[in-house]
């Protein structure tokens, strides 16, 4: 089991200033999932009952001279503190700016070492900072590497995770959305969510007092998509969300405020623009971030990222 590569300097980045402290925010420990054309960064695909993330890039937009092996058909996967990775990678990029040296390069590699105190070698992801007259080493635990079962496991949770739902809305606004959240987690700890066909985000939290909550009304629709009848305009919102769900032509779901609070962390990572939609039966909230190619409006296909949110109650299924 082998890998070693380079980081490119969009990859150190990336990762730097945008993902590792959005990933660092959603957990301790995630996967480090390497294959011979992706680098993966996955939160609780094993759990159920938390918040879960699949960041994916492809290997050129991170590395350089990749180079990977396995029995397992080229593909590697290991546990890590995303905080220590993190630490790591500013601290390569610190020594790498203060070596005056234009060659230095920065390496990271898998590899296994004996600790001190110990008699039992164990893995570490490397770190070195390679110039011409000097090179720097850091090593940051990692877990044991999945078995061959664990690893199937693993890809058959993100195929699941992939499952993209029929229809999704865009937020049109971070900040307004993050302050709407900070109100409302002030009133409840479960948030409703309701999606329509028509574009439409309504979110509330309910107490045996008093239902306060926001609505974002003709957002662009991604997938499948409806007009609004217009005799429904002037009813309230939660009306035109009821007979909107016995058409199926909307969905709403249950989640811990405390969860979509965690999501929103991810808006570190500096999306251009975020997509919410209900999976089928409502199974959970799926939260989709964009980024686009830097200068334009293009998607940029190298980078994906989203999060699923379990739901307490699915209100339509």
């Not at 301790?28 to 993330?53: E, K």
Request: glycine residues 4%; contains cysteine; positive net charge.
């Amino acid at each position: 089991m082998k890998f070693k590569a380079f980081f490119t300097s969009d990859g150190v980045n990336l990762l730097d200033k945008r993902f590792l402290p959005a990933l660092d925010k959603l957990g301790r420990l995630c996967h480090m999932y390497l294959t011979r054309d992706h680098a993966m960064f996955l939160h609780n695909l094993f759990a159920a009952d938390g918040v879960q993330s699949v960041a994916q890039f492809k290997k050129e937009i991170l590395f350089r001279d990749y180079r990977i092996s396995s029995q397992n058909d080229d593909r590697i996967a290991f546990a890590i503190d995303p905080a220590l990775l993190h630490r790591a990678l500013r601290s390569a990029l610190t020594i790498q700016l203060q070596s005056g040296d234009d060659t230095a390069a920065i390496q990271i590699k898998l590899v296994k070492k004996l600790p001190a105190g110990s008699r039992n070698p164990a893995p570490f992801l490397t770190f070195e900072t390679k110039g011409m007259r000097s090179a720097v080493v850091q090593d940051v635990p990692i877990s044991k590497p999945l078995s061959r079962a664990d690893v199937l496991q693993l890809q058959t949770a993100l195929d699941a995770a992939q499952d993209l739902p029929q229809t999704l809305v865009q937020v049109p606004d971070l900040a307004q959305l993050q302050s709407l959240v900070d109100r409302l987690k002030n009133v409840g700890d479960v948030l409703t969510v309701a999606i329509t066909q028509y574009g439409d985000l309504h979110l509330h939290v309910s107490t045996s007092l008093i239902t306060v909550g926001s609505e974002f009304r003709e957002l662009r629709v991604l997938g499948v998509h409806a007009n609004a009848p217009a005799s429904e305009q002037n009813l309230s919102a939660l009306s035109r969300t009821a007979m909107a769900i016995q058409r199926d032509e909307a969905q709403s779901v249950q989640v811990s405020m405390k969860h979509l609070a965690k999501s929103l962390q991810c808006h570190s990572a500096k999306p251009d623009c975020v997509f919410y939609g209900i999976a089928p039966q409502g199974a959970c909230l799926t939260v989709i971030f964009q980024f686009f190619i830097p200068g334009t409006r293009l998607m940029d296909k190298s980078i994906s990222f989203h999060c699923r949110l379990p739901v307490l109650d699915s209100g339509s299924s």
